[in-house]
C-alpha cells in the first residue's frame, strides 16, 4: 500500500459502534478485510457474536422513545449535514472502497455521491412525513392517521455496494425516528465504519446507529431476530438468504423489507438505435464488473441484428481496460473472492458444454487477485445455468428472438424480477413492453435505473419493499389510526 491508501485505512474505527461508544468484540475476536486485488489483509476489525449483538440492539433501544420524539427538521438536519461530509470526503472514502471492494476509482466516487444523496433525499423528506383526516361514510366518525416510526431495525447489506446499501437504509430509518443496528458484510466492512464515523460527527446521538461487524453473520442475525425488541429486518443479499431470514423473523412478526438476486433481460427490439443499445449493455453489464443485482444478465437481442450487436459489444468489452481499482486508467477490478471466480468459470463451462461459443474473454486473468476478462457469449442454450443463475461477473451472454412476444415470455421466465433494460425507438412498443414484464423496475434505453428519487425493488423472488423515492421512508413507519367520535 502507498502513503494514501495506509492513511485512509488506519483512519477507519475498527471497533464495534454500541451506544455511542467504540468497542472491542468479547475476547478481542478480529476479522481480517482483504483487498481483491492482490488478497492481501488490509485491516483486521472486531469480529461481534451475538451477545455484543444484543447489547447493540439494547442501545437501539434505548435510544428510540428519543429519536423518534426528536424533531423532524432536527433529524433532517443531521442527514444533510451527513451528505455534506461524504462529499467533502469523496475521494478518500471512493479510495478506501476501491481497496476493499476492488471496484475502479471512478465507480468508488460514482457510488459515493450515490449513496450521500440518499442522505440529502431523506433529510428532505424526514419534514414531510403525513396523515390524513376524514369523514366515516355513516358521518359518525372522524378518521385521523398519523405515521408513526416502526422501531428498533436490523440493516443487513451486501458488499457489492458498501456505502449506498448503508445509506439507503440508514437515511430512510433515520429520517422515520427509527433507531438502527447496521450489519455490514464481513467482506467489505469498512465503508460502514467510516460512515459511522461520519454519522456520529453530524450529530446522531448515542445509540441511533450501532454497528456490528462479523465473520459469523447468522448466529448474530439469529439472535437479532429472536429479541422482541427489534420491531424491523431490512435486508439486501441474496435470495437464499433472505428467504432464511424471512421464516426467522416470522418469530416476532417483523415487518420486513428485501432487496434480493436479480436475473435483469436487457432486450434489443429490431428498431433499436443500436449505439444507444451497446452503450446501454455495457453499462448494465459492466457496472461494478457485472457484480450488481441490477447487471444485466440475460441481453436478448432480435435475430436480424444479434450478429451487429455482439460484434460491436464484443469490440468494446474487449477494449476494455482491465487492472487493480486503484490504477487511473482502470475501468474493470477484480471480483470480490475466489469464490465469485470460481462461479462465473464453471458457468462459463456450462454453457460452452452446452454448445455455447465465446466471442471474446471467458477466462481468468493471472493468479493474483481475482481477475477475470470481459466476456461475450453466444449461442448459450436456455437451460444452461447462466439463463436463470445470476451471474455477478462480466459475463455477457446473448440470447436470439425472433418476436416480441418471444422476447417477453424469454424475459418473464425467472424466478426474479428485480429490473429489465428494453431499447426501442418505438414509443408504443416500449409501453406494451413495460406492462408486459414482470419486474420492479424497467430502463428504457437506458442501462441504469439507480437514483435516489425513484423507488428501487423487485417482485416475485427479487423481494418486496422499496428503497428510495416517496415509497423509502414508508418501509420504517407504520400508520396508526384513531377513531375520533364528536358526540
Ligand atoms: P449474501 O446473501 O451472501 O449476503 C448479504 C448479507 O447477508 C451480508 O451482510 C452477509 O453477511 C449476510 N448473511 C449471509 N448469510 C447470512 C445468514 N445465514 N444469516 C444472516 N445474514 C447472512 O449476499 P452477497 O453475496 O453479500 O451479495 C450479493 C447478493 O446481493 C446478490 O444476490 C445480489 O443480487 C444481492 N443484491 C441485491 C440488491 C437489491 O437491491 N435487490 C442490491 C445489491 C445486492
Same mark, same amino acid.
Given at each position: 500500500?502507498? #502513503?494514501? +491508501?495506509?492513511?485512509?485505512?488506519?483512519? &477507519?474505527?475498527? #471497533?464495534?459502534?454500541?451506544?455511542?461508544?467504540?468497542? +472491542?468484540?468479547?475476547?478481542? !475476536?478480529?476479522?481480517?478485510? %482483504?483487498?481483491?486485488?492482490?488478497? %492481501?489483509?488490509?485491516?483486521?476489525? $472486531?469480529?461481534? =457474536?451475538?451477545?455484543? !449483538?444484543?447489547? $447493540?440492539?439494547?442501545?437501539?433501544?434505548?435510544?428510540?422513545? =428519543?429519536?423518534?420524539?426528536?424533531?423532524?427538521?432536527?433529524?433532517?438536519?443531521?442527514?444533510?449535514?451527513?451528505?455534506?461530509?461524504?462529499?467533502?470526503?469523496? +475521494? %478518500?472514502?471512493?479510495?478506501? /472502497?476501491?481497496?476493499? /471492494?476492488?471496484?475502479?476509482?471512478?465507480?468508488?466516487?460514482?457510488?459515493?455521491?450515490? $449513496?450521500?444523496?440518499?442522505?440529502?433525499?431523506?433529510? %428532505? +423528506?424526514?419534514?414531510?412525513?403525513? #396523515?390524513?383526516?376524514?369523514?366515516?361514510?355513516?358521518?359518525?366518525?372522524?378518521?385521523?392517521?398519523?405515521?408513526?416510526?416502526?422501531?428498533?431495525?436490523?440493516?443487513?447489506?451486501?458488499?457489492?455496494?458498501?456505502?449506498?446499501?448503508?445509506?439507503?437504509?440508514?437515511?430512510?430509518?433515520?429520517?422515520?425516528?427509527?433507531?438502527? @443496528?447496521?450489519?455490514?458484510?464481513?467482506?467489505?466492512?469498512?465503508?460502514?465504519?467510516?460512515?459511522?464515523?461520519?454519522?456520529?460527527? !453530524?450529530?446522531?446521538?448515542?445509540?441511533? @446507529?450501532?454497528?456490528?461487524?462479523?465473520?459469523?453473520?447468522?448466529? &448474530?442475525?439469529?439472535?437479532?431476530v429472536g429479541d422482541d425488541r427489534l420491531r424491523k429486518l431490512s435486508f439486501t443479499g441474496s435470495t437464499e438468504v433472505g428467504r432464511e431470514l424471512m421464516a426467522k423473523s416470522s418469530q416476532h412478526l417483523l415487518r420486513l423489507s428485501m432487496e434480493l438476486g436479480g436475473n435483469a433481460p436487457l432486450i434489443v427490439f429490431e428498431d433499436a438505435d443500436l449505439d444507444k443499445a451497446v452503450d446501454g449493455a455495457m453499462l448494465a453489464k459492466m457496472r461494478n464488473m457485472g457484480e450488481a443485482c441490477t447487471a444485466a444478465n440475460r441481453i436478448m437481442v432480435h435475430r436480424s441484428i444479434a450478429g451487429e450487436f455482439s460484434l460491436r459489444l464484443g469490440e468494446r468489452m474487449e477494449r476494455l481496460k482491465v487492472a487493480e481499482g486503484t490504477d487511473p486508467t482502470a475501468e474493470v477490478g477484480p471480483l470480490i473472492d475466489q469464490a465469485a471466480v470460481s462461479k462465473v468459470t464453471a458457468l462459463v463451462a456450462d454453457a460452452l458444454g452446452h454448445g455455447a461459443e465465446v466471442v471474446v474473454g471467458g477466462s481468468r486473468i493471472g493468479d493474483r487477485g481475482y481477475f477475470f476478462a470481459p466476456t461475450v457469449i453466444r449461442g448459450v442454450p436456455r437451460h444452461s445455468r447462466m439463463f436463470s443463475e445470476e451471474i455477478f461477473g462480466p459475463i455477457a451472454p446473448v440470447y436470439e428472438f425472433d418476436s416480441d412476444a418471444e422476447a417477453i415470455e424469454m424475459a418473464n421466465s425467472t424466478s426474479y424480477g428485480l429490473v429489465a433494460y428494453i431499447f426501442t425507438e418505438s414509443f408504443s412498443r416500449a409501453h406494451r413492453t413495460i406492462e408486459a414484464l414482470d419486474t420492479g423496475m424497467i430502463g428504457v434505453n437506458q442501462g441504469f435505473v439507480s437514483n435516489a428519487a425513484a423507488p428501487f425493488g423487485g417482485v416475485k423472488h427479487s423481494g418486496f419493499g422499496r428503497e428510495g423515492g416517496f415509497e423509502g421512508i414508508h418501509e420504517y413507519l407504520t400508520v396508526k389510526y384513531a377513531a375520533l367520535n364528536l358526540g
Open positions: 500500500m502507498n #502513503g494514501a +491508501e495506509i492513511s485512509v485505512v488506519a483512519g &477507519v474505527p475498527k #471497533g464495534l459502534l454500541i451506544g455511542g461508544e467504540w468497542v +472491542e468484540a468479547a475476547g478481542g !475476536a478480529q476479522l481480517a478485510v %482483504e483487498n481483491p486485488a492482490n488478497s %492481501e489483509v488490509l485491516a483486521m476489525v $472486531a469480529d461481534a =457474536g451475538p451477545a455484543e !449483538a444484543l447489547e $447493540a440492539l439494547a442501545a437501539a433501544s434505548r435510544a428510540q422513545a =428519543g429519536w423518534a420524539k426528536t424533531p423532524p427538521r432536527t433529524r433532517a438536519e443531521i442527514l444533510r449535514a451527513a451528505f455534506e461530509e461524504i462529499m467533502r470526503r469523496q +475521494e %478518500e472514502l471512493s479510495l478506501l /472502497m476501491t481497496l476493499e /471492494m476492488g471496484k475502479p476509482l471512478a465507480e468508488s466516487r460514482g457510488e459515493v455521491a450515490y $449513496a450521500a444523496e440518499f442522505f440529502r433525499w431523506f433529510s %428532505e +423528506e424526514a419534514v414531510r412525513i403525513n #396523515g390524513d383526516f376524514y369523514i366515516s361514510p355513516d358521518g359518525n366518525t372522524r378518521v385521523l392517521t398519523t405515521r408513526a416510526p416502526v422501531g428498533p431495525s436490523l440493516l443487513i447489506t451486501p458488499w457489492n455496494f458498501p456505502l449506498a446499501m448503508g445509506t439507503r437504509k440508514i437515511g430512510p430509518a433515520l429520517a422515520a425516528g427509527c433507531t438502527v @443496528v447496521l450489519k455490514p458484510a464481513k467482506q467489505t466492512p469498512l465503508c460502514s465504519l467510516a460512515l459511522a464515523g461520519i454519522l456520529i460527527g !453530524a450529530g446522531v446521538p448515542k445509540g441511533v @446507529v450501532n454497528v456490528i461487524t462479523t465473520s459469523n453473520p447468522a448466529a &448474530v442475525t439469529e439472535a437479532l
